[in-house]
C-alpha cells in the first residue's frame, strides 16, 4: 500500500510542477466494475500544456519510484493523454474534453478528492 501512495503522491507531484490545474483523485477500488484502484484526473489549458504535464508525471514518477507507465495513449493529439501505471490510471484533458467525456462522475459511489494546485 505503501508503494501506491508513493506513486500516486508522485504522479500528483507532476502535474502540479507543470502547473496542472482542476485535479481530482478518485478511489475506484472496491467498486464492482472498476478497471483500476484509482484514477487521477487533471487539465491542461492548451495540448502543449497537456504534454508537458504528461511528461512531467512520467518524470517525476520514474524519479521517485523507478515505476514506468505500461502504455500512454493519446500523445499526437494531446488533447487527451492516458496514462496507465496498473492501479492507477492518470488522465490529462484539455478543458473541452474534459467537460465532454465527464469521467469525474462516471462512478458516483466512488470516493473523490479535489487536489490544490500549486502557486
Known amino acids: 500500500m505503501k508503494e501506491k501512495n508513493k506513486l500516486l503522491q508522485s504522479i500528483i507531484?507532476?502535474?502540479?510542477?507543470?502547473?496542472?490545474?482542476?485535479?481530482?483523485?478518485?478511489?475506484?477500488?472496491?467498486?464492482?466494475?472498476?478497471?483500476?484502484?484509482?484514477?487521477?484526473?487533471c487539465e491542461g489549458n492548451t495540448p502543449t500544456q497537456v504534454s508537458a504535464v504528461a511528461e512531467s508525471?512520467?518524470?517525476?514518477?520514474?524519479?521517485n519510484t523507478k515505476e514506468s507507465p505500461i502504455r500512454i495513449q493519446g500523445q499526437q493529439r494531446a488533447e487527451w493523454i492516458g496514462i496507465d501505471y496498473g492501479n492507477i490510471i492518470v488522465h490529462i484533458f484539455v478543458p473541452e474534453l474534459r467537460q465532454y467525456y465527464n469521467l469525474d462522475h462516471l462512478w458516483e459511489d466512488a470516493l473523490m478528492e479535489q487536489i490544490p494546485a500549486l502557486g
Open 57 to 63: 508525471v512520467e518524470e517525476v514518477v520514474k524519479k
Open 13 to 41: 507531484e507532476g502535474i502540479q510542477e507543470k502547473k496542472g490545474k482542476n485535479i481530482t483523485k478518485i478511489q475506484l477500488k472496491g467498486i464492482p466494475g472498476a478497471i483500476c484502484d484509482y484514477f487521477v484526473i
